[in-house]
């Protein structure tokens, strides 16, 4: 299987909050004759799982191949599948829409604007070293340098690739010359003996790919909370 994820904190968010939070957004119902809302799926003691649901109308126009011109009323649905925890990495989108704009919006509303929705600012050798630490293996198979520093006037953006461990490179390619590690890619097998295929992104965004998912999400939902 693969699939993407995200994490994005709130900040603050207490015992009290979450419980306040997940009342507010069970109360928020996507119903028919409104255009958007939530739906939960299931709720923990620790834990909210649910959809954030919009709806878009538009008017379609067909035309035949004699010019003639038909419209249709159409609805369109969007929805945002995330999972809700008490504590940090606060809020998890498997397979995230490109715009989470919407749905931070209405949190925050439901927040009364007391609380900061964001995405996580560890960077990408923060992510790499950690993930390193507590998987039983990993080997780096790929990483996307930028703002290499050739000279004073100029910068490089290098893409290395290699069947062995890119990063034990690093020091031989690089040197002492600064740098920014924008991406990251890698193999690793958690300590449940978990296999999985990972790419490291910005902001704590991931791809994965593995036979085992939910082990995965696990592992790297620990991984982030011991960051933040």
Same mark, same amino acid.
């Given at each position: ?8 904190r709130i900040k603050p968010l207490s015992s009290q909050g979450f419980l306040k939070l997940t009342?507010?957004? +069970? !109360?928020?119902? =996507? ?7 939530? &739906? ?5 003691? *620790? ?24 419209? =249709? ?5 969007? #929805? ?6 008490? #504590? !940090? ?8 829409? %490109? ?11 439901? /927040?009364?604007? @007391?609380? +900061? ?5 560890? *960077? ?7 993930? +390193? ?5 990993? @080997? ?32 031989? =390619? ?6 920014? &590690? @924008?991406? !990251?890619?890698?193999? &690793?097998?958690?300590?449940?003996? /978990?296999? +999985?295929? &990972?790419?490291? @992104?910005?902001? /704590? %965004? ?5 036979e085992k998912d939910e082990e995965s999400v696990r592992f790297l939902r620990q991984m982030v909370?011991?960051?933040?």
């Amino acid at each position: 299987m693969i699939f993407r994820i995200v994490w994005l904190r709130i900040k603050p968010l207490s015992s009290q909050g979450f419980l306040k939070l997940t009342k507010a957004i +069970a !109360a928020d119902q =996507f119903t028919q004759g409104v255009t958007s809302g939530f &739906i939960v799926d299931a709720e923990r003691k *620790s834990s909210l799982e649910a959809r954030f649901i919009q709806t878009r109308n538009f008017t379609e126009t067909v035309a035949d191949p004699f010019g003639n011109e038909s419209k =249709f009323e159409r609805t369109e649905y969007t #929805q945002i599948k995330f999972t809700l925890f008490d #504590q !940090a990495p606060h809020l998890e989108i498997i397979n995230p829409a %490109r715009n989470l704009t919407p749905l931070i919006n209405r949190l925050g509303e439901l /927040c009364e604007g @007391k609380s +900061a929705i964001y995405l996580p600012e560890q *960077s990408v050798s923060e992510l790499m070293q950690t993930m +390193a630490e507590m998987a039983s293996s990993a @080997k780096f198979t790929g990483l996307l340098i930028s703002n290499l520093q050739l000279s004073p006037t100029a910068t490089a953006k290098v893409l290395i690739k290699s069947s062995e461990d890119v990063k034990k490179l690093l020091p031989k =390619f690089i040197g002492q010359r600064s740098h920014t &590690i @924008k991406e !990251a890619q890698l193999e &690793i097998l958690t300590p449940s003996g /978990c296999q +999985a295929r &990972i790419t490291i @992104k910005e902001n /704590c %965004r991931l791809s994965v790919q593995t036979e085992k998912d939910e082990e995965s999400v696990r592992f790297l939902r620990q991984m982030v909370h011991s960051l933040i």
